[in-house]
């Protein structure tokens, strides 16, 4: 599996100390972010128009793209996106879907529970024939909550407990002979 791997140090090392400063008010702006092969892809709106961004993690060193007219000195919005995905890998999609077989680290794991919403992985659930009581039974949240985390999961709100649920439902998955209805 392809992940993208990227740490702050690689973005320090990629960007001059001023564009990282001038990135920060467009951390977490993207619209429309996705990771495919390992590169990161996203649109902002900025000062002069709406932007095209790439950041390719999946060359040393990174090189990026970007439609503003920064150039090859670097550009706020590029830096940005790198620390949109290591600050908020749940506002990204995956081009490309991800084998569960081909998981076999904790930061694999970590990023697909990161950028699958959380809808699918219970929509997953339900065509094992796994319930929406059932998981309720076995996580101790109702259906309420349940039905609460997927539509924050739907609007980008993230947070630690629909991760949890994701995890849960991923074990539940991996296990589903034993929790049938």
Excluded at 1 to 17: G, P, W
Excluded at 31 to 53: A, E, R
Excluded at 64 to 92: D, V
Aim: net charge positive.
């Amino acid at each position: 599996m392809n992940v993208a791997k990227l740490t702050e140090e690689q973005i320090k090392a990629a960007f001059r100390a001023e564009v990282l400063e001038r990135a920060e008010g467009s951390i977490g702006q993207f619209q429309d972010c996705t990771v495919k092969g390992g590169d990161l892809f996203g649109k902002i709106t900025g000062n002069h128009g709406s932007y095209s961004v790439s950041l390719y993690t999946s060359k040393t060193p990174l090189s990026f793209s970007c439609t503003c007219r920064s150039g090859s000195e670097g550009c706020k919005h590029a830096a940005a996106l790198g620390l949109t995905f290591i600050y908020s890998p749940w506002l990204f999609t995956c081009a490309e879907k991800i084998d569960r077989a081909e998981l076999t680290s904790v930061e694999d794991i970590h990023f697909y529970i990161s950028v699958t919403p959380l809808k699918q992985i219970i929509d997953e659930l339900r065509s094992a024939g796994i319930g929406l009581a059932k998981l309720s039974e076995l996580t101790k949240l109702s259906s309420q909550q349940i039905s609460a985390a997927v539509r924050s999961s739907e609007k980008g709100l993230a947070g630690s407990s629909g991760d949890l649920l994701k995890l849960a439902s991923l074990y539940v998955l991996e296990h589903q002979a034993r929790y049938r209805k």
